[in-house]
């Protein structure tokens, strides 16, 4: 892309390569790849795009964290996932043409690649493989949400906290157990888990008070990980 600088290709291009999805280009292919999308940055709480939108690139994070966030009919929003760096989204409305099917806003600030569909599409009739890894990606994605609708029909509200926690605290807290969660409000975990904000608050009380978890404002630390596992059914 005009007026990009080196650096910022190479930046691209190593998060790129450490994602499956692009590593079956090899290095030349990364390159070549991180220099044909569209690198932005966001301040937190901004919308990358809105549900509706047309589908027309797929997207990277390459640092930061992003909600995905549906809008009902009637106005009401809920959160339904949360990405961090290395993790892809838009992937749908590029199959079936359809408008995007949620919002994307930024819940701390992030850097996002674009790569638009029609070198997508060119990059899987020159490189087969990465046409098995975009399905390899859509069949994660079903997994993860089969798996969303069998906790909410088999774990309860506490199960459910505890995994939830557990799963952040892997993809973006630090490595003493500690999650923050800035951007992410109490509302947005109960919409993740499918219940009330007061349900949930509710429930990380109850957790405190059994010394699994310690709060304070929105950095929640994980003191009993194993009790956790068990308490989420893991």
Partial sequence: MKGRLPHDVEAIAAVLAGIPLFRVLGESGIRSTAGAGLARRYRSGQIIFHQGDPGESLYVLLDGLVKVVFTTEHGDEIVLNMLGRGETFGEMALLDGSPRSASIVTA??????????????????????????????????????????????????????????????????????????PGLTQSDLAALIGASRPAV??????????????????????????ALRKRGGL
Avoid: C, Y
Wanted: hydrophobic share 50%; charged share 25%; glycine share 8%.
């Fill in 201 to 226: 608050n509710r429930a990380l009380q109850s957790l405190v008070s059994r010394n699994l978890i310690a709060v304070k404002g929105r950095t929640i630390t994980l003191l009993d990980v194993a």
């Fill in 108 to 181: 701390r600030a992030a850097w996002v690649f674009a790569l638009p569909r029609a070198r997508l599409l060119e990059l899987m009739r020159e490189h087969p493989g990465l046409a098995d890894e975009f399905l390899r990606m859509l069949g994660h994605m079903v997994r993860r949400l089969t798996d969303q609708a069998a906790d909410l029909a088999f774990l309860d509200l506490g199960g459910r906290l505890a995994k939830l926690l557990l799963q952040l605290a892997d993809k973006h807290g630090q490595a003493d157990g500690v999650v923050e969660l």
